[in-house]
């Protein structure tokens, strides 16, 4: 009989959401729960509010036991616990990192310290994905905004990210100038999706030539138009708004590759689950011959099975962490 | 004594931001308050700068804070997404605001209740013509 694949549990606290999921061998999840995605019963018949979303310590107990419950699992099916150790808020941090720290220490199983944004990077081989190193990725989410070249596993090197504002962030930002309510990147798509046409706005191009992002300008920009009395509905002012976003990341990330001679592109992050920008970075992988990659909008999302598989492609290179693993609000990759 | 500013560009901003930077000590608290765009973030960028640290100032909004390590280091927040003082107290903000750095605080109108009295006020409006005004109380310079 073949050896069993080995099981890893990841557990993400590094924002706002708790989460813990459980993978096998690398790429078949056999649970992912999220804090905020399901109302959890506790044994005392009680929910868990949204408000305590960023309670991690209060949650993280039982998310932990819903995704070993939800996968058939006990902890002594576990062969590492991998844990989100930066970039992020250094409380909530901590409170993943405790917690995978009892549990290898209590079942003697190896610690993986694993980046918040490597778990984001490798994401969509957990839907049977495969690519070859290397690639350029593009991680765009709340928090971050970050164009990366990726030689091999643990080789990267940060080639642009924000001087300002996170994709999200503006994306977020723009929703509630608009009030369009929240969270705002899934009411901008809507509306940019029922548009006519699309207010032009200027893509920011950076004069020193970098590959950097600033989107700061292009949020007052929406502003400024929104209050010059031009009768223009906010159909035409998302439509427009994602265009000249959605013109960024691709100039930016596809001449990144040409410049590099690199034929493949990975996406990742929760901006990712914006179905115009992946449509639109496939668009321009045809013509440009240039493969490209992406999670689907559950895995795009801050996840513990992400972290779980960044946590196994660890393990199986024995990269291990000591009892004295401590959080890195900073962390680079 | 309040003092107020008028700034035509986002360069303007910052280098308002830069000379209060220049003038803080350990221990001081910024307290931001201004609309989407106003140029909040904009100005923290000078202002760290004008501590004399060389930093990539991005926007904390989801993170809710950076940090930017120097021979005073500065703490970052933006409480954009916070509700009130209670959700400052579940990420532990005393031991930022009264430790040895100097903290800046975006969105400092959602937590009033816990900026201290000596905290330096800077509050932003957004004019017509895309001017700034620039409102500065408790700093010197």
């Known amino acids: 009989m073949a050896k069993p694949e080995p099981v890893i549990i990841g557990i993400e606290t590094s924002c706002d959401d708790t989460s813990a999921g459980i993978v096998q061998g690398g790429s078949k999840i056999l649970s992912n729960v999220v804090s905020s995605q399901i109302k959890i019963h506790s044994e005392f018949g009680g929910v868990v509010p949204e408000l305590a979303s960023r309670s991690h310590l209060e949650n993280i107990y039982i998310v932990v036991g819903e995704a070993l419950k939800q996968a058939g699992l006990q902890f002594e099916d576990l062969y590492g616990v991998a844990v989100t150790y930066g970039p992020g808020l250094v ?243 | 004594m309040t003092i107020l500013h008028k700034t035509k560009s986002s360069a303007e901003t910052a280098k308002l931001g830069f000379k209060i930077g220049k003038s803080l000590r350990s221990g001081a608290i910024v307290a931001l308050t201004g609309d989407l765009g106003a140029g909040k973030t904009c100005f923290t960028k000078g202002l760290v700068k004008g501590t004399g640290i060389k930093a990539a100032v991005k926007s904390p909004t989801f993170v809710l804070l950076h940090i930017y390590t120097g021979k005073v280091p500065v703490y970052h927040y933006d409480c954009y997404r916070l509700k009130g003082p209670a959700d400052m107290e579940k990420i532990g903000y005393e031991e930022y605001f009264y430790g040895d750095g100097i903290t800046v605080i975006e ?33 010197s310079i």
Not at chain 1, 118 to 143: D, M, N, Y
Not at chain 1, 171 to 178: I, P
Not at chain 1, 197 to 211: L, Q, R, Y
Not at chain 1, 241 to 265: C, H, P, S
Request: with cysteine; charged share 25%; glycine share 10%.
């Open chain 1, 91 to 333: 409380g909530s941090l901590l409170v993943g990192i405790e917690a995978a720290k009892a549990i290898s220490y209590v079942y003697k199983i190896p610690l993986i310290g694993v980046n918040h944004l490597e778990g984001h990077i490798f994401s969509s081989l957990l839907e049977g994905q495969s690519f070859k190193f290397p690639f350029i990725a593009l991680i765009v989410s709340g928090g971050h905004t970050e164009l990366v070249k990726v030689s091999g596993f643990g080789e990267y090197s940060i080639i642009g990210q924000t001087r300002d504002d996170a994709v999200g962030e503006v994306f977020d930002k723009v929703a509630k100038l608009l009030d369009l309510g929240y969270p705002g990147g899934p009411k901008v798509e809507k509306l940019a999706n029922l548009a006519t046409f699309g207010v032009k706005f200027p893509e920011a191009v950076m004069k020193d030539g970098s590959f950097d992002f600033s989107f700061s300008g292009l949020k007052t920009a929406v502003r400024n138009f929104k209050n010059s009395g031009k009768n223009t509905d906010n159909n035409s002012l998302c439509a427009g708004f994602q265009d000249a976003v959605i013109a960024a990341l691709l100039n930016k990330t596809f001449a990144v590759a040409a410049k590099n001679r690199i034929k493949r592109i990975v996406l990742g992050g929760g901006v990712i689950a914006n179905k115009t920008i992946c449509a639109e970075f496939v668009k321009r992988g045809k013509k440009e011959g240039i493969e490209l990659f992406f999670p689907s909008s559950k895995l795009c999302t801050d996840n513990g099975a992400m972290i779980a598989l960044a946590g196994y492609l660890k393990y199986q290179r024995k990269e291990f962490c000591d009892y004295d693993l401590n959080a890195d609000p900073g962390l680079t990759l």
């Open chain 2, 107 to 139: 969105w400092a109108d959602r937590i009033p209740e816990i900026i201290p009295e000596s905290a330096v006020r800077v509050v932003f409006r957004i004019m017509p013509g895309n001017l700034r005004e620039i409102e500065i109380e408790g700093a």
